[in-house]
C-alpha cells in the first residue's frame, strides 16, 4: 500500500446556475432531438445570471469572523457568484427556479474545509451556533438534496468539498484505494489510471459529480451490470459527524453485527459528512465493445435482459431501450447501422481482458440469439458510448424552446417490471396530457429485477413548475402502489420525502430519525433533507 | 408468484444438550482425527443429562397463564425437557458448561408461536410485563447469543421458531423465494427443490441452523464464493418489534436512503424477532464437480485465490487449509489421491449446468496451473463434500477424551491477509502453549479479501473453560490490533461483545444503542447480545 501526495487541485469548470454542465459544452438543439421538436412553441425567457439578484447573506459578520477562524479566511466565501454556484441542484425544477430568476435557497455562505479535521471543526462551530450545513459535493442532486430548511437556525452553510480531491492510497494487493469525497468523477479516474486501475462508475452525472456524492446518494452508474453500484464498490468509510469521528470497513464483509456502512450509505449528508471512502478498484480494461441488439418488443428485450442476468451471465453494461426512446434515437438511423425499423435498441458492452471480453462476448450473444434478438453491430453501441453524457445539455436546449423535459426512475422485482412500466407511464400521460412524450429504459439489471428509467418531455404549460410537480407525483404515487421504490439512484432529498414512509414505513423513517438525533443531536446536518 | 399451502410441520430432531448434532449421528473418534489423538490424556467426566438439576422456572403462574392466552396452552412449554433444549448455544464453552452440569442459563419458559402475529403478541405481552425474549432458531450459535442478560426482568423466555416453518411462496421469474424463519437448512432446501431452485446456503451450522438464524447473525455458508454470503442472498425482510412491524425490500437496490435491510441483517434478534425473509434463489446445479489442488505453500495458495478472485473467476466453492490443517487431514491419504506430500490442499467446487461449470471450471483450471498449483482430482474434493457437517461431531469425541478443541473466524484484506494469519496463530499459541495445534482454512473469498478460520485443539487444563477463554481472548486481542473483523459470519454475541468498540468505533456502538432503544423502549429484546 502506498500513501500518495497531496496534489495540486487545478481550478474546476463551474457549472452555469442555470443549466447543466460546463457552458462551453453548450450545443445548439442536436440532430438527436429532432423527434422532440414537433413540441417546441417557442422561445423562453430567461434572465441573465448577473441580472438574478440573490437574498443579501443572513449571517451576523461576528459569526462570519469566527468561521474564518476555523478555516481560515481565505476558504469563506460569500461573494454573490460563488454562493450563486452553491444553490440547488440540477433537477428540472431547480433549473425552471433559477431561470425565473429564484435564487432563494442560496446559502449565506460557502465555506470550503481542506481536511476531515476542518469538516470536523467546522460541524463543532455550526452545532455551536446553530447554523445549518449543506455538504456540496458535484451539485448534480437531481432530487432537491440541496435544498435544507433554514427555518430556527441562525444561518445556512454550503460546506463546499471542492479542496478535498486526494487519491489518499491505492492499495494494489487488495485492489482498493481511498479517495477524497471532493474529487469529481473524471478526476478520480485519472488519479486512478495513473496507477493502473479503475473505479467503473459512471452515472449520467459522471463529469461533474463527485465521491463524496456519489456515496451520500447510492448512486449507480452506466456500467453497474459489470463494476457494480457504488454502494458494492464501497468497502470503508470516514464520516465527520456533530458526535465524532466515525471509521466503518475493518474487513470486505463481516457479521460484527448490523453493517453500519450501509447506513451511511445514501445517508445524503443528514448523518455526517463522508471524508473519505474506501473503493475496490480493478485492473484498467484492455478492450471495451459496445453493441447493439435490436428486439421486437420491450417486453422480449426485457426478458432476455432477465435470462442473460439469471444465467450469472451480465456483460459490463446492458441496457435496453423502449419502443418510444429507440425512436426517438433512430432520428440518426446513419448512427445505428439502417434504417428505423421499429423495436427496440439494447446495448451490450464489455470491458476488460481481451480473452475475458471475447469469451463474455460470445456466450452473451449466443444466448441473446437464442432468445430472438437481432445484431446490430457496434455502430448503436459507440454512438451510445459517445454521446452517453450529453442528455442534460439537450434538455437545457429542450427549456430554451418551451419544452419541459425531465426524468426519473424507480426499480422492481422482474415480475412486477411490467406493470410498474405501464402505472408510471399512464401517470404520466394522465398528469401532462395529450402529446406527452413517455420514453423509458432500463439500464441497471440483477437477477431479481432492474430499474426502470423515464424520460419524459411535453408543451410546458403558464407554470411549469407547477406542471411538473402534479406529475411527479402522480408517478410517485404510481410508484409506491406497485411497491416498487421511489428511487433506485438518485436519493431521497426533498423531493421523494413525502413517499419515503410508504417504502420503508413510518418505523423504517422513525429509524431513521433515531440515527440522526444520536449522531446530530443540534439537527444542524442537511435539515429537512431525507429524514421527513 | 404463487402463494403456496402451509405444510404440515414433521417433528424435528432435537440436538443433545451437552454435544452437537442429531446423537444419532454421533461417531467413535474417525480416523481423520488420529493426528490430534496424541494430544488426548484421557476420558473427561460428563454428567448424565438427567442428572443436570435445572433451575426451577422463575416466572410467577399467573404470567404463565397470561402468556398461554397469548398463543395457546400447548404453545407454552416450562418442562425441563424442552427447556434443557433451549440453553445456551454450541460453542466449546457452552459444551463445557453443559458437560459440567451448568444450565443456569436456560430459559424460564419455551413460546412456540406460529405466525408473525403470534410472535407481535408475544412481544407485547414481553413488554408489559418486563419479561427478556430470547429468538431462538437452530440454537446453533457459537457466540453466547443465546445467553442473554435476565437480571432486572421478571424472566426470559425463549422465542422458540420452531413452529414458523412455511415456504411461502416462490416467484419464479424474479428468482426470489420467501421463507418462515424457523426452516432449517435442509428443510428449506428440500421445499425449494420441489419448486426446482435451490438458496446454496450451508454453513458448516447447515443441519440444524435456521433460515431466521442466518439473516440475524449474517452466515456465511461453504458455497458463499458462488451463492454469495446470506446476507447477499436476503432482498426482503419482515421484522416483528415491540414498536410493530417493518417490511423492507421494495426493489432489488434502493437509492430511497440508507439500506435499512442492513441493520437487521446482523442485528441478533436485539432489534426484532425476523418473520420472514425473502432470498434469491437459483435453479438447482444439475452438475456439481469438487477437485483438489494442492500448493507449495498457504502463502501460494492464497495468491492463487486472490487472482482467481480478482480475474472475476470464482467458482461455486473455493476453500484452501493452510500446512497444519492439509496435514491433519491427510491422515486419510487414501481420499486425497496419494502420498502425504507436504503442502497446502485447496477445494476448488463448480455448481450450475453443464455447460457453464466446464467453462468456468476450464478457466479456472488453467489460471491455477499457470500459478503454480498442482492438481489433486476429484478424491480431495469428493472427501470434503462428504465429510464438510461433520467437525462438530469430531469436536464432541476430542472433548470426550479431554483435549480442548474450538474454532474462530476472522476477515481482512488481502494486504493484510499475512500478518492477522501469525498474529492469530502466535496468539494462540502463546495462550495455550506448547504443544497447541492451530490449523487455519481460507473459505470466504472476496476480491478485496478472505476470511481466516482457525480450529485450535491443545491439552485441556484443570479449568479448560478459562483456559479457552483465555485463549479466544488473546485471539481477539490480536485480531483488533490488526485491523481486522472479530467476527466475518459467526456473529456478535455476548463473547464478542467486549470487541464491538474496537471494530466499529464507541460511535458505532452508540448509533446501535440508539436503533435498539427506538425499537424495542423496554429493552427486552436479547438484552445484553449484540449492544454493549
Known sequence: MSELPRPTVTAQVEMHPQRWGDPASATELPESARGLVEL????????????????????????????????????????????????????????????????????????????????????????????????????????????ARRDGFAGLVSLDLVRMKRLVSVDHESMTAVLEPGLRGPEAETLLAGEGVLLGHYPQSFEFATIGGFAATRSSGQSSAGYGRFDSLVVGLRVAT???????????????????????????????????????????????????????????????????????????????????????????????????????LMIAGYEG?????????????????????????????????????????????????????????????????ERLYTAVKSALEGALGVGTLVLCHISHVYETGCSL?????????????????????????????????ITHHHAVGTDHRPWLHHEIGDLGVSVLRAVKADLDPAGVLNPGVLVP
Open 40 to 147: 417546441a412553441f417557442g422561445h423562453a425567457e430567461t434572465p441573465a445570471v448577473a441580472d438574478v439578484v440573490l437574498p443579501p447573506p443572513g449571517l451576523p459578520t461576528a459569526l462570519l469572523d469566527s468561521l474564518r477562524e476555523v478555516v481560515g479566511g481565505e476558504h469563506v466565501l460569500t461573494d454573490d457568484e460563488t454562493r450563486r454556484l452553491r444553490t440547488r441542484g440540477k433537477s428540472t425544477p431547480d433549473l425552471l427556479r433559477a431561470r425565473a430568476g429564484d435564487l432563494s435557497d442560496a446559502p449565506d455562505v460557502v465555506v470550503r474545509p481542506g481536511t476531515h479535521d476542518d469538516v470536523a471543526a467546522v460541524l463543532a462551530w455550526a452545532v455551536d451556533h446553530h447554523v445549518a450545513v449543506v455538504p456540496f459535493g458535484g451539485g448534480t442532486c437531481v432530487t432537491g438534496g440541496l435544498a
Open 242 to 344: 456533530p458526535r465524532g469521528e466515525l471509521r466503518l470497513g475493518s474487513a470486505p464483509m463481516s457479521a460484527a453485527g448490523p453493517d453500519l456502512r450501509q447506513l451511511f450509505l445514501g445517508s445524503e449528508g443528514a448523518f455526517g459528512v463522508i471524508t473519505e471512502v474506501t473503493v475496490r478498484v480493478r485492473r484498467l480494461p484492455e478492450t471495451k465493445v459496445y453493441e447493439g441488439w435490436r428486439w421486437e418488443s420491450f417486453a422480449a428485450g426485457a426478458d432476455a435482459i432477465r435470462t442473460v442476468a439469471q444465467a450469472g451471465l451480465l456483460p459490463t453494461v446492458l441496457r435496453l431501450s423502449d419502443e418510444a426512446e429507440t425512436a426517438i434515437n433512430l432520428a440518426r438511423p446513419e448512427e445505428i447501422g439502417g434504417e428505423s425499423s421499429g423495436g427496440c
Open 353 to 417: 481482458a481481451p480473452g475475458a471480453v471475447e469469451a463474455k462476448r460470445v456466450a452473451v450473444s449466443r444466448l441473446l440469439a437464442e432468445l430472438g434478438g437481432t445484431p446490430a453491430g457496434e455502430g448503436p453501441g459507440e454512438a451510445w458510448a459517445h454521446g452517453r453524457f450529453d442528455a442534460p445539455y439537450l434538455r437545457d436546449s429542450m427549456l430554451d424552446v418551451g419544452v419541459l423535459v425531465e426524468t426519473l426512475e424507480t426499480a422492481t422485482f422482474w415480475s412486477s417490471r
Open 453 to 485: 428509467y423515464f424520460t419524459v418531455a411535453a408543451k410546458q404549460s403558464g407554470d411549469p413548475l407547477a406542471q411538473w410537480l402534479a406529475a411527479k407525483a402522480a408517478a410517485n404515487d404510481a410508484i409506491v402502489a406497485a411497491g416498487a421504490t
